[in-house]
């Protein structure tokens, strides 16, 4: 086997290895535990985290769909759930470490909201904790508990 094909084979394996331990990808649904999730109006019940070459793109139950690029550069954002409450023109995604990720939604280049997600170590529970300044001024905080399907 040629040198090229030998690290396109070694580069093909690593990224399916990759996604194999990536606690993130599959489906999940929101826990039944008032106590421990505090929606905001609007709040998602189920969604899907599949891989993409460069981060993820999620599918939400109300048929929306993101894409996370975790390169930390900005992206234009369609104006639908956290984006549009808060008049966000772009999103800002990053991997913090293995369990956890953090979107910054922006308008006119200044923060105005932040979605942090983060896995269990045992991969069973997601955590998004959400800060934003709404379009009105609002400030709401709001955690919602997801439970692997």
């Known amino acids: 086997m040629s040198f090229p094909k030998v690290l396109a084979t070694i580069a093909f394996a690593s990224t399916v290895l990759f996604a194999a331990n990536d606690?993130?990808?599959g489906s999940w649904a929101v826990k039944p535990n008032a106590e421990k999730s505090k929606a905001s109006p609007g709040a998602q019940a189920t969604m899907s985290i599949d891989a993409t070459s460069d981060g993820y793109?999620?599918?939400?139950?109300?048929?929306?769909?993101?894409?996370?690029?975790?390169?930390?550069?900005?992206?234009?954002?369609?104006?639908?759930?956290?984006?549009?409450?808060?008049g966000a023109d772009v999103v800002n995604a990053r991997r913090l470490d293995t369990r956890t990720i953090e979107t910054t939604?922006?308008?006119?280049?200044?923060?105005?909201?932040?979605?942090?997600?983060?896995?269990?170590?045992?991969?069973?529970?997601?955590?998004a904790t959400t800060d934003e300044v709404l379009t009105t001024g609002e400030k709401r905080h709001s955690v919602v508990v997801f439970e692997k399907q």
């Open 23 to 25: 606690l993130f990808l």
């Open 57 to 86: 793109r999620i599918k939400l139950s109300n048929n929306s769909e993101l894409t996370l690029h975790l390169d930390g550069h900005d992206y234009p954002r369609e104006a639908f759930g956290v984006a549009k409450a808060v």
């Open 105 to 127: 939604f922006k308008r006119n280049g200044k923060p105005v909201a932040t979605v942090r997600r983060e896995v269990s170590v045992d991969g069973h529970v997601l955590t």
